[in-house]
């Protein structure tokens, strides 16, 4: 089933009040393009879960900037003085995670199941006493699986079936993320016909992917997205 589409009719799948995973670990695999579309459509009340907030001006940055971001999941923000003071500020609600928890509770999503126990910050403020369980012998907390309902990312390569790879730290959430939502719209500057990508070099299979868009493969944000920062 080719699932090529054009980046308008994608991002308008988007309502207003959406949940969505944005791939990517800082800058690579981050899809600048398929949020620039989601600023210029404007939808808003959205709870974005990401592992950072990028930086000032750039990425999910400039979405929690224009006021259309409610709620931000992620594992740290100190990369973003302007993220920083809309939280403390009220205007933003965060919530924060290990990363190695916040990928779990992906990963657990992803696989089907309601959650896991774990005693990681179990007696720190990320936890609450009420999650706090007995079992056998030992305290844990239990910690929800983490859905969404939808999931942007951007693929260094991909072909008209959904089939996709990712370069660098891509390959850090992309993967998880793609099988914890609902409709998942990737972004890749190579397009391929279907047979073109080995099967064995796959990262994410084609079941996973809903919409995939071919997006401009220049300019020294594409660098960013591909993980390159040599000059």
């Known amino acids: 089933m080719d699932k090529h589409t054009v980046i308008e009719e994608a991002i308008a799948l988007i309502p207003n009040g959406a949940d969505i995973m944005i791939g990517g670990f800082g800058s690579p695999g981050t899809p600048f393009t398929l949020i620039e579309e989601l600023l210029r459509q404007g939808q808003t009340d959205l709870t974005l879960i990401k592992n950072d907030a990028n930086e000032t001006g750039i990425g999910i940055s400039r979405l929690i900037e224009n006021g259309q971001v409610?709620?931000?999941?992620?594992?740290?923000i100190g990369l973003n003085k302007k993220v920083v003071d809309l939280m403390n500020d009220g205007s933003l609600e965060v919530s924060f995670f290990p990363q190695g928890?916040?990928?779990?509770?992906?990963?657990?999503?992803?696989?089907?199941s309601f959650g896991f126990l774990t005693d990681i910050g179990l007696h720190s403020e990320i936890t609450d006493k009420k999650d706090i369980i007995d079992w056998q012998g030992k305290q844990v907390k239990i910690e929800p699986a983490l859905y969404a309902n939808f999931a942007l990312f951007h693929a260094?390569?991909?072909?008209?079936?959904?089939?996709?790879?990712?370069?660098?730290?891509a390959m850090n959430f992309c993967p998880l993320m793609a099988m914890a939502a609902e409709t998942v719209i990737v972004e890749t500057p190579n397009l391929v016909t279907p047979g073109s990508i080995a099967p064995e070099t796959v990262h994410t299979p084609s079941a996973f992917v809903s919409k995939v868009v071919k997006i401009d493969a220049s300019g020294p944000e594409y660098d960013l997205m591909e993980g390159r920062y040599e000059p």
């Open 70 to 76: 409610k709620k931000l999941i992620t594992t740290h």
């Open 101 to 112: 928890i916040l990928a779990e509770k992906i990963r657990t999503a992803g696989a089907g």
């Open 156 to 169: 260094g390569r991909a072909d008209t079936f959904g089939n996709l790879t990712y370069r660098a730290t």
